[in-house]
């Protein structure tokens, strides 16, 4: 969904191409390190968008002895779809490094909606937290694994205590318009 959102809010500046677009992200990072990401995989999308109706074929480039470039524009629909798909990648992330691709979209989207995502997010971390370091766990060790028992839950504690630290930061960093 990542690089459909990414696709979407680079038409909603301007008209574009799925090889400019290549360009463009392999400048940020080269695309095999991008979640797999292949050339394929990103005209994939340029084309499961185009089936879904969120972006249209503006015009087709003709040049000699190359194939045709087709310039694409986003849709009506597509530009009412941007901030839903947005909104859902907030919701479905598992960790901050998901994010990134829509909070750096958030010209798009509506921020106290996303304050409120983030909230939720933040408040099931909380939760997560206060469950597996309230709760007995010395019922569950058996004799020998003290040690790995204690390091995994020190691990655990470590975890789930920098992303509650993170997103807090990160909520802040909305909230206050800096993001």
Request: charged letters at 30%; proline letters at 2%.
């Amino acid at each position: 969904m990542a690089i459909q959102i990414f696709i979407l809010s680079k038409l909603m500046e301007e008209d574009n191409y799925p090889y400019n677009l290549k360009k463009q992200i392999s400048e940020l990072q080269s695309l095999d390190s991008i979640n797999g990401l292949t050339e394929s995989k990103l005209y994939y999308h340029f084309e499961s968008l185009a089936k879904q109706g969120l972006i249209e074929t503006k015009e087709v480039i003709k040049e000699d002895n190359r194939p045709d470039k087709h310039v694409f524009a986003i849709t009506e629909k597509g530009r009412e779809a941007l901030p839903k798909k947005i909104y859902k990648s907030l919701e479905n992330a598992n960790t901050i490094g998901d994010m990134v691709i829509g909070l750096a979209n958030m010209k798009h989207v509506d921020r106290d909606r996303v304050i409120h995502i983030l909230e939720k997010k933040l408040n099931a971390m909380h939760s997560k937290w206060d469950n597996l370091f309230n709760s007995d766990r010395q019922q569950f060790m058996k004799p020998g694994v003290e040690v790995l028992a204690e390091f995994v839950s020190d691990y655990a504690n470590f975890r789930i205590q920098g992303s509650i630290q993170y997103l807090e930061r990160l909520i802040e960093h909305v909230r206050k318009g800096e993001i």
